[in-house]
């Protein structure tokens, strides 16, 4: 069974510090696409990035890098020079090709606060 | 506008009554998702549907039911709320693959927050 684990609860930092949020995931497909959502304080979420099991290259996005290792089975997500704005709950998750990649399997999230 | 609305966006009601939230979407994707989020749970999946002759059950589809009125309109329903239902409800669709990669992305509503008195 798919599962995904994001092991922080809560992180606190001040602003301008680098972050890590962890994500482990559990999965026996093969192919799989894996995803980070943001939840800011409003509520909505919002899509971060995706990424197929093929591709191992780590990605980056002005502040924001995802290191994604098969080998250890996670898929992190760093926020370099943190700001106030980036405050908000980080979801990662996990869809499989043994459902059709018909679900999103969410982990519990990672509440990150940033304080000035 | 939004491509995945929900209506309400917030509602307060007392045990027992019967609520329904529902979820419209302009995307064009055929399928659509019920998901509940609760502090410290993540989201979790309520129901979902391919299609308008098809609905499935999620891992938490106990005491609610769902109605997929059209491609783009799936409603959720409680037909008896108690308080431990209190909590944020996501509507989300996806694309089968016939616009676009089959990926599983959810494209999510706003949210409806629902609090059980």
């Known amino acids: 069974a798919q599962k995904v684990t994001q092991a922080q609860t809560e992180i606190s930092v001040v602003e301008k510090e680098d972050v890590t949020l962890d994500c482990v995931y559990e999965?026996?497909?093969?192919?799989?696409?894996l995803f980070w959502y943001k939840q800011p304080p409003s509520g909505e979420l919002v899509f971060l990035i995706r990424r197929n099991s093929f591709d191992e290259q780590n990605e980056i996005s002005g502040r924001y890098s995802w290191n994604f290792q098969k080998s250890t089975s996670s898929f992190n997500f760093t926020i370099t020079a943190s700001q106030v704005v980036d405050s908000a709950v980080y979801f990662c998750?996990?869809?499989?090709?043994?459902?059709?990649?018909?679900?999103?399997?969410f982990g519990t999230g990672t509440r990150l606060l940033v304080s000035p | 506008d939004a491509d995945v609305t929900q209506t309400p966006r917030n509602r307060i009601t007392k045990t027992g009554k019967r609520i329904m939230l529902e979820c419209s979407q302009t995307k064009g994707h055929d399928r659509m998702y019920w998901y509940r989020q609760d502090p410290g749970l993540g989201l979790r999946l309520i129901y979902y549907?391919?299609?308008?002759?098809?609905?499935n059950k999620g891992e938490i589809s106990d005491g609610y039911s769902v109605s997929r009125q059209a491609q783009a309109k799936f409603s959720l329903s409680l037909e008896s709320a108690i308080p431990n239902q209190t909590a944020l409800y996501f509507c989300a669709t996806s694309d089968l693959g016939t616009s676009g990669p089959n990926t599983g992305e959810l494209f999510f509503g706003e949210g409806s927050r629902l609090t059980v008195l």
């Open positions: 999965t026996r497909d093969t192919t799989y696409y």
């Open positions: 549907s391919f299609d308008v002759k098809d609905i």
């Open positions: 998750a996990l869809s499989e090709w043994n459902t059709g990649f018909q679900k999103l399997v």
